[in-house]
């Protein structure tokens, strides 16, 4: 079985790039989360329904501390069916919950930091994840098996497609390289965390982020070929790891990202709303000027003109047609030619949208951007 439906993961929502967010120094809690939820608007705005594992929505601060209905409303969708499918390998939410309590050690939990202690898991996170069980028994978010599709048809396995070398000699480097080897996604965030903390030479510290980089696209390659889905990522582009065979990376215009992060509930709601066709377009076809037009109408539906604006068009309309007038009369064209060169050239003066660079502007891509990778196959 496979699905038509678009579908989309976003990178930094995965848990252990969700707690690097949170104890990056450089950001403060409300930027983070502002982050986080621009995120999801964009994932949500170019590729319809999101995918979290089930790590990714119960090991994660940001859930946690984020009600199933306040989440609805930052993404404009109605309370009842939010867009959002769980994967797990257990057949409930909740079962896939105890499981990974079950596991204790077995299971790293983010949430419970580099020392945890034995009794981390307290009420109020035990209440926090309840509200989200409570929310895939009710059907407010999707649910799906991680490793086979609805009907029980087997989805590929999970391989990521990576095969990393370095000329750096350095001991940092060949640690994470090593790491990517053994499966455990902590493992590789752990390396490059020592890695940083522990060379001293600036060209060591931009090999070990390509590396780091080059694992996070095939990961997420590997994420969206095993599930038929998309992804995204807002890290800088500079980091952006190589496209993998049959995919493309596509820069997301930084202003439409900016959009989705700034905008008001309601506003977003309008925005999601008007840009259905944009989206299922882009869908259909994957090509930049599908994702260009679809932050073209964003931004139109967010512009709304100014008393100013309105009435210099009028203005310009009416100069227009008395120019026009003006040269038809009897006997002008006997004058200098200078005259009808000077009206011609207010006339383009007048007539031009000189407020339509802007718009452009605000869709092409720029230092903001995120980081789209679509099938082409």
Known sequence: MTTSRPRIFVAELDSVATRRLYSDHQLTDVEVEARLVGALRLAHLVGGEILVTDAMLLDSRFFTELEPGELATLLGSSPQRLPLTVLHREPTLAEALEAKVARGPGFRWQLAGPTPAEDWIGPDLRAEW???VRASERGQIGSEPLLAWPDGTAKPAFRVDLDLSSTS???EVAELIASTSRGDRSAVFDAYDRGLASATDPAVHEELRRLRSA??????????RQHEAEWVTFTDTGQAGAQAPGREMMRVSGHLLETATTAPPPVFAQ????????REAFFDGRRRRHLLALAFRADAVTSVPSLWQEVRGVARSVVFALLAVLIAV???????????WSVFAASVVLAVPWDAPAVIRNVLPSRLDAMLSVSRS
Do not use: C, K
């Open 330 to 340: 009897p006997g002008l064209s006997d004058q200098a030619g200078w005259l009808a």
């Open 215 to 224: 694992y996070n696209t095939a990961y997420f390659d590997a994420m969206a």
């Open 130 to 132: 309840a509200r989200w």
């Open 271 to 278: 925005i999601v709303h008007a840009t259905t066709s944009e």
């Open 169 to 171: 000699e350095a001991g």
